[in-house]
């Protein structure tokens, strides 16, 4: 694939990200109230802090020396899959762990179950990258920008179908 195609294909996957996360966040703008809104966006955006902790490392490594060296990535995966799964599990339970403190540093105990419940995205979200990598580390721009574009929009159709089906900031998390 040329240069100038797999570049196009990655900006892509980008853009329809950015697109749905701004489409979440309208929406439920709108359909939430003043306060779950608030308590959602606290949430998320303790969540993605985390979430960098299991995003970076193993997916990194995938993406730089599978590119390198496409034919030892089927022994890079053996190795490392196991380790990105005890290692989105450790930073899980650590997460799981500090929402009481969380939520009693922002005096809201309301947030302890929120936190939990959003804190199942770490597991999700470190293997979704994880995979996301691999795609990118062979070369499949085409599969990769794929993936990409089908998180992005079913996330944006989970998120506000479950608002709308009337699970509130449960169904947003």
């Not at 489409?23 to 802090?49: D, K, M, P």
């Not at 290692?87 to 939990?116: C, N, Q, T």
């Not at 506000?160 to 089906?165: E, N, S």
């Amino acid at each position: 694939m040329k240069l100038g195609r797999a570049t196009i294909l990655l900006m892509l996957s980008q853009v329809v990200f950015l697109a749905s996360g701004l489409a979440v966040n309208f929406g439920l703008a709108r359909l939430l109230g003043v306060v779950e809104y608030g308590n959602f966006g606290l949430v998320i955006s303790l969540l993605v802090v985390v979430e960098l902790f299991v995003i970076t490392g193993f997916p990194e490594v995938i993406q730089k020396f599978g590119g390198e060296r496409p034919e030892a990535m089927r022994m890079l995966v053996r190795q490392t899959l196991r380790w990105q799964i005890l290692y989105s599990l450790g930073v899980f339970a650590l997460f799981e762990l500090a929402a009481p403190a969380l939520a009693k540093f922002f005096e809201d105990e309301a947030l302890i179950p929120l936190l939990r419940l959003a804190g199942v995205d770490i597991l999700i979200y470190g293997l979704y990258k994880y995979f996301l990598s691999v795609q990118n580390g062979l070369h499949r721009f085409q599969r990769y920008t794929l993936l990409g574009i089908a998180y992005s929009l079913a996330r944006l159709l989970a998120i506000l179908g479950l608002v709308l089906l009337g699970y509130s900031i449960q169904g947003a998390l």
